[in-house]
């Protein structure tokens, strides 16, 4: 198969030599970790201390890796990806809050994001997190299977409302919907509250998404056993997967409680997992719709050949590729170039909101081998070839 993810052309047509530039110092900043612990401290010390540094962030790692702070001011650079190809799942990044009117809050601008999203083509999901519906300890105790007390059951009975007033409003208007995994020690009770959606709308079409974390062992006897239940149920199943997120802190957590840890024991395990997630679901997908939410080049590459060997059409409405705003655009634009579905995260709200957001994209880059080198590579690379 050709290698197309080399074309820097195609990848930062979007970019001015400006934000070109800004891109380039940027990586190279995050390359340096000792630099980025410095930096996130001072940025969270100043956004405490309610310092007027919002312009600061606006200019350099917010607007990089973020489309605006509402809905209407992402426009413009959903607009711009969507002219080569590119759509767009409007994320709003705030992190949930363990109190009732946030998620309330979080609630009502969801369902805002859903009636915005309909009348556009360039934006076929929305996206939310299972905490922001609902308290983190809740999700806890009701994953281990422990009673609730009266309050706790009102306070679970309003998160499956939430969870149920979204997916009906996605299904009503015909938006696919992206829920996102989260800790593995809360996960379980995501997960079963998910498949209920399932059940409920993906009757017909893939309305409801499920977010697999590939790093967990665990994940494809989970996948197998979800596809059982929706083939015997007579609805359809669709799946994120991922490689995850919470890697450290699922380690930590294990060692500190004294279980074995859900991650598996290296990044091989954990890629030829990835790999057997997507395989499956190409094997199965009169009931299964597959958003490959990948970074990794060779995984889109081994997704583009199976579709290949199998016969299946680049842009079967049932397999997206999916990466993050201000991250390998050279996978997200070749692949649209070459007739993919493809889809960019697009984080999106204040900017003190999205701060612990933008920290852990750092953080992330910075902690992923070889993720920051490939982007410095590439960025290079379309430099000098504006230059000559």
């Not at 410095?38 to 405490?48: E, R, S, V, Y």
């Not at 056993?225 to 919470?246: F, W």
């Not at 070459?338 to 900017?351: E, M």
Request: contains cysteine.
């Amino acid at each position: 198969m050709k290698k197309i993810f080399e074309d820097t052309q195609t990848a930062f047509a979007l970019k001015s030599d400006a934000e070109l530039e800004r891109a380039y110092y940027l990586f190279k900043l995050i390359a340096h970790e000792p630099l980025v612990k410095i930096g996130t401290t001072l940025t969270n010390f100043a956004i405490k201390a309610h310092l007027p540094v919002e312009g600061l962030i606006r200019a350099t790692v917010f607007d990089h890796f973020c489309g605006g702070v509402s809905e209407e001011d992402c426009m413009p650079v959903v607009e711009r990806m969507w002219a080569q190809g590119v759509c767009t799942v409007l994320d709003y990044s705030v992190e949930g809050k363990d109190t009732e009117d946030p998620l309330d809050d979080s609630l009502a601008k969801n369902l805002e994001i859903l009636q915005f999203v309909k009348e556009k083509e360039a934006m076929p999901f929305a996206v939310f997190k299972p905490t922001g519906y609902g308290r983190f300890g809740l999700f806890v105790k009701k994953s281990r299977g422990e009673s609730l007390t009266q309050s706790e059951t009102a306070e679970w009975e309003r998160v499956v409302k939430r969870f149920d007033t979204t997916c009906k409003k996605a299904y009503d208007l015909g938006v696919s919907l992206l829920i996102d995994a989260e800790e593995s020690w809360m996960q379980a009770a995501a997960d079963e509250l998910v498949e209920e959606m399932m059940r409920r709308y993906n009757q017909k079409e893939t309305v409801v998404f499920n977010t697999l974390q590939m790093y967990r062992w665990d994940r494809m006897d989970y996948f197998r056993e979800l596809h059982e239940r929706a083939v015997s149920g007579g609805y359809r199943i669709g799946v994120k997967v991922v490689r995850g997120a919470y890697l450290e802190k699922e380690n930590d957590r294990a060692e500190e409680k004294g279980y074995p840890t859900p991650i598996c024991a290296s990044k091989q395990l954990t890629d030829e997992n990835f790999d057997e997630a997507i395989r499956y679901s190409l094997d199965n997908l009169e009931t299964v719709s597959v958003f490959a939410g990948t970074h990794n080049e060779r995984s889109s590459y081994r997704l583009m050949e199976w579709m290949e060997a199998d016969g299946i059409a680049a842009n079967d409405p049932r397999i997206w590729f999916g990466q993050l705003y201000g991250m390998s655009d050279n996978i997200s634009f070749n692949l649209a170039r070459a007739g993919y579905n493809v889809a960019k995260y697009l984080p999106f709200g204040p900017v003190r909101d999205v701060m612990p957001y933008l920290i852990r994209r750092a953080e992330e880059n910075t902690s992923v081998a070889g993720q920051t080198s490939r982007e410095l590579e590439l960025l290079k690379k379309e430099r000098k070839r504006r230059k000559m």
